[in-house]
Each structure stands twice: as structure tokens, then as C-alpha cells.
């Protein structure tokens, strides 16, 4: 069970940091916007370290799809931020709102474990979920939920994210 939570947790916070790449290829000439988008795209590199350093320190296999994940998020990034900034944050509102309730998940599992060996994991993992709903908070408040096509779009990347997580668990 650990080695899927780190291995997933790695391939997760992999797509996250090239999605906040991605959106700022499109959008990063306004300057308030770059400043929010490096911001997030900054926690999500800590929590990359942490998650590399997991793997190394659990001896656990990266997923198979590490590169997918990379390409896969930078190309969500690119695509959402062309159909324009609502269109971006309603894209990290979508992803968090998946991570969120993925992370939640995880540590109801590791609760359940009851190992002090465990604590280090289950603060990592609080740590990122909460930075990963102030993102979410963060875009509701950037206008994601007035994008063109909204709840689709929404839906559609929610279910993206629960598809990969199932596959970078397994693979």
C-alpha cells in the first residue's frame, strides 16, 4: 500500500509541477498572473522533492508512466491555458479538487496503520493536500468556475486525474 501511495504520489506531483509550466508558456506574459502561477508551480516542486526523496527512502519503484505524466501534464497546461485563463484555473480547480480527495483518502488508509514509522508519511502527505486545496481555493477565486464549458471541462479533467491515479498506482 505504501509503495502505491508514494509511487502515485511522485507521478501526481510530476504532472502538477508541468501543468503550472504548460499554462505558463501561454500565459505567463502577464505579469500577475506568472507571479500566481510560479507560486503554486513552486509548492508543487517541494512537494516533487519530497515525493523523489520517498521514493529513495521507501525503496519504492517509480511508476512506468513517470513520463507520461510529464508530457501528459505539460500538454493539459499548454491546452487549458489556449482556451484562456478561466479555462486554466477551472483546469487546477478540476486536478485539486481529484488530489484533494486522493490525498484524503491515503491518510485515512495510513491511520488505520497505526506505525510510528508512518508519521513522517502522514505529515508529507496533510502537508500537500493542503497546499493543493489553497490552489484550489485560489482558482475558484481566479474565475474558474465562469470558463466556457465549465462543468464540462471540470468533469472531464476530475475523471483524467482518477483514470492516471488508478493507472500510476498499478503500473
Given at each position: 500500500m505504501i509503495d502505491k501511495f508514494i509511487r502515485v504520489n511522485q507521478a501526481g506531483?510530476?504532472?502538477?509541477v508541468t501543468i503550472y509550466?504548460?499554462?505558463m508558456a501561454v500565459l505567463g506574459g502577464d505579469p500577475e498572473l506568472r507571479e500566481l502561477?510560479?507560486?503554486m508551480r513552486d509548492q508543487e516542486v517541494v512537494h516533487l522533492d519530497i515525493m523523489d526523496k520517498h521514493i529513495v527512502d521507501y525503496r519504492v519503484r517509480p511508476t512506468l508512466l513517470q513520463p507520461v505524466a510529464a508530457i501528459?501534464?505539460?500538454i493539459l497546461?499548454?491546452?487549458s491555458a489556449m482556451l484562456g485563463t478561466k479555462s486554466a484555473m477551472t483546469c487546477t480547480e478540476a486536478v485539486e479538487t481529484r488530489i484533494g480527495m486522493h490525498y484524503n483518502d491515503q491518510l485515512?488508509?495510513?491511520h488505520l496503520l497505526k506505525h510510528e514509522q508512518l508519521e513522517e508519511l502522514k505529515k508529507t502527505i496533510a502537508k500537500?493536500?493542503?497546499e493543493e486545496l489553497e490552489h484550489l481555493d485560489t482558482a475558484v477565486d481566479h474565475g474558474a468556475r465562469m470558463a466556457p464549458l465549465y462543468k464540462m471541462q471540470f468533469e472531464f479533467i476530475k475523471n483524467g486525474c482518477s483514470v492516471a491515479i488508478w493507472l500510476c498506482q498499478r503500473i
Open positions: 506531483e510530476t504532472a502538477a509550466k504548460g499554462q502561477l510560479t507560486h501528459g501534464g505539460y497546461g499548454v491546452v485515512r488508509d495510513l500537500c493536500r493542503d
